[in-house]
């Protein structure tokens, strides 16, 4: 039986059918033929990658270095997704994004602490009443090789368990070999199984290949209803780089441009220092500017990250380096 693929109808200013590809979506699913928008246009690698490098050079003082490293904890997502977690390191892990740094009450809690849907219930536990957010993730993370029903029972059994954010992947078997209804249809899928929560799609930029994907793929999953669009899943290299994420953002900022949408932001992967994520925050205030500059839709996917930005925040309160063996859980 053939089916549609379910595309919001506030979203259909997307023109899927003009990405001169319509001859390889599977026969089984059919997209609106009604879209009307221009084609997806080619990605200036060059200029691309040297806009994204002038960017990265920019310098800023010292009073605004804190504000922006107090900024850049408030936008990370503490992330522990390794097959020995356990209960006790979550907890830890918790505690750490309430309280960064015991010895400084200033610095602020970190948005959301994101772990797999077997440890939701264990963040939320440790979190009541904290404001910070779990996030999980699901959609057979990383590879998002799975049927559909198993993808949709994760994400459902995550939502039950607590959990505020689901971070989703892509199908980049299905994106590569041209069946976007399909990636569509299954983000449109996993919108609905979220409900109220909101949903970062993890695009797993490494794997796409170009600019052009990147590109066509943000697209996507922006008009199947994604609240946030994600680098990468941290498993594989590249992860996040300044050029991919500056390419998402121009993204972000043309779909804001033609609909009036807030669309969030979420680089992971490969950003262990303070520098790199002040580079991060001058593309995304150059590209969005200051209404993107908030926890609601900028997050840094961080593991090792923290440590290094409360490293350098002792270092500009005191003019003393602490060792990295200072701060826990790194």
Not at 120 to 129: H, N
């Amino acid at each position: 039986m053939r089916t549609e693929a379910r595309i919001p109808p506030e979203i259909a200013w997307l023109d899927l059918c003009s990405m001169a590809q319509v001859q390889l979506l599977p026969r089984d699913l059919e997209l609106p033929l009604d879209l009307r928008l221009p084609r997806v246009g080619a990605v200036d690698s060059v200029a691309l990658e040297a806009r994204a490098g002038e960017l990265a050079k920019r310098s800023i003082k010292r009073g605004s270095k804190l504000a922006a490293l107090d900024l850049a904890i408030r936008m990370m997502d503490l992330t522990t997704l390794e097959g020995a977690d356990t209960p006790g390191k979550v907890s830890a892990l918790c505690a750490k994004a309430m309280r960064p740094d015991p010895a400084d009450p200033s610095i602020p809690s970190v948005a959301a602490v994101c772990v797999y849907p077997n440890l939701v219930a264990v963040a939320k536990r440790r979190l009541a009443g904290s404001g910070v957010r779990v996030a999980s993730v699901a959609t057979a993370f990383p590879s998002g090789q799975s049927p559909i029903d198993v993808k949709l029972a994760d994400v459902r059994e995550a939502v039950v368990l607590g959990a505020d954010e689901i971070d989703m992947v892509i199908d980049r078997g299905a994106f590569l070999s041209g069946r976007y209804a399909k990636v569509v249809d299954e983000i449109v899928r996993v919108k609905e199984a979220c409900g109220s929560t909101h949903l970062k799609v993890i695009l797993e930029t490494g794997e796409l290949g170009t600019y052009d994907n990147v590109r066509r793929a943000s697209l996507l999953a922006i008009a199947a209803g994604a609240d946030f669009i994600k680098t990468s899943t941290g498993k594989i290299s590249p992860a996040a780089t300044l050029p991919v994420t500056l390419c998402m953002l121009e993204v972000i900022r043309d779909v804001h441009d033609e609909t009036g949408r807030i669309i969030g932001m979420k680089p992971a992967g490969g950003i262990r220092t303070a520098k790199q994520a002040i580079q991060y925050l001058c593309v995304l205030n150059e590209t969005l500017g200051a209404a993107w500059m908030t926890p609601e839709v900028f997050r840094f996917g961080a593991s090792s990250l923290l440590n290094d930005v409360l490293m350098q925040i002792r270092k500009q309160k005191t003019g003393i380096y602490q060792s990295g063996d200072y701060f826990t859980l790194d």
